[in-house]
Structure formats: structure tokens, C-alpha cells
């Protein structure tokens, strides 16, 4: 029988990531660009290796973590660290090769089995990177990242990690294909993160 475990999920998607002037080389050169992001994010956070699943999506991740670690962890370093990376990448890189990313970050419960993990809340999860409200967000913005934290995720933050330096948080209703909830809802970008 398969336990039900609690994880942390930030998922990840990049923005147009199959847009016609972007080659099959362009796409390898940014996943690795997001892959090193992420794993320097979580080094810097001392988020341990065997506390994180990486899920490949192709065109993103989806990050399982363990439920010691606190999405505020996850908030105040790996993302403000994910995010500059990406602007220093972003800066040099062809335009066909930069990256935008559509971010998540919930908690919840999964079950696994040796093909994979299923439930409810990693498919929520899944589902808001999808919302057309977040991809509507980045549209006109050179921000690098939009983040949508879950109730069940904001739930966990302290106080202080609701307000910056990630940025300013708006309740925003997303559309899932299962059902329209809210969520708060924040554009990323370096300028909005503290010096130092």
C-alpha cells in the first residue's frame, strides 16, 4: 500500500518554450540555464539534495520537497536567487533564448509509486501553471518570473514573508480547467529584490 506523504511543490514552466524561433539547441541551452538556477536556489537555501525531487516537464520543473522545508525558505532565497540568475542570463542571451518563467508554489499531499506521483494537489499544482491569468501576466512584462502561492502555501509563510522583498502580492482568481480559485499572485523581477 502506498502512503499519502506531504510535499512542498514549486513548479516551473518557461514561457513559449516552443515558439517557432526557438531551436531544439535554444530549448537544451535553457532548460540547463533553469536546471543550474534552481539547483544554486536550493543550494543557497541549504535545501539538501534528498529533500527535493525534480520532475521533468520538457519545457519546465516541477520541484517536490519535503514537508520540513518551508515554502517561506523557498520564497525569500529560491526565488529571489532563481530570478537573478535568470536576469544575468537574460541580459546576454539572444532574444530567441531568453527565459520567462510561470512559477507555483503549494503544499499538499502525493502518493508515489515507481512510475511516478499522483493526487490532487501535485495535479492542482500542475494545473495552475497553466492558468491563462498567469500567462496573460508576463505578457507585457520583462519581469522574469510570475508567482502564484496557494492558500495552502501562504498559509505556511510568515507574516513577513507576504510582503517583499519576492514583491507585491495581489489575490487573483486563476483558471484551472477543474475550477476557478484564488491565489496570490506576484511579478518577479530583480528591480523589486533588496540589494546585497
Known amino acids: 500500500m502506498h502512503k499519502p506523504v506531504r510535499k512542498t511543490f514549486l513548479g516551473l514552466d518557461i514561457v513559449g518554450f516552443t515558439r517557432p524561433d526557438r531551436t531544439d539547441s535554444a530549448c537544451l541551452a535553457m532548460r540547463r540555464v533553469l536546471y543550474d ?3 544554486t536556489g536550493l543550494q543557497r537555501a541549504d535545501i539538501r539534495p534528498a529533500a527535493c525531487e525534480m ?3 520538457g519545457d ?4 517536490l520537497l519535503d514537508d520540513a522545508v518551508e515554502p517561506g525558505l523557498v520564497l525569500d532565497t529560491v526565488v529571489p536567487s532563481l530570478v537573478a540568475a ?3 542570463h537574460n541580459t546576454m542571451a ?3 533564448e531568453r527565459i ?3 512559477a507555483v508554489l503549494h503544499t499538499g499531499v502525493t502518493i508515489s509509486d515507481d512510475r511516478g506521483h499522483v493526487g490532487r494537489d501535485i495535479s ?3 494545473r495552475l501553471l497553466d492558468a491563462p491569468e498567469l500567462r496573460l501576466a508576463l505578457s507585457d512584462s520583462r519581469a522574469e518570473l510570475v508567482l502564484a502561492v496557494t492558500d495552502a502555501a501562504w498559509d505556511r509563510l510568515r507574516p513577513n514573508l507576504r510582503r517583499p522583498p519576492v514583491g507585491r502580492f495581489r489575490r487573483t482568481l486563476l483558471s484551472t480547467k477543474e475550477a476557478a480559485v484564488r491565489a496570490w499572485v506576484a511579478i518577479v523581477a530583480p528591480d ?3 540589494v546585497g
Open 60 to 63: 519546465g520543473i516541477m520541484s
Open 94 to 96: 539572444a532574444p530567441h
Open 86 to 88: 535568470l536576469r544575468r
Open 192 to 194: 523589486l529584490l533588496p
Open 100 to 102: 520567462q518563467l510561470r
Open 55 to 57: 520532475l521533468d516537464r
Open 124 to 126: 492542482h499544482a500542475f
Open 37 to 39: 538556477a534552481l539547483t
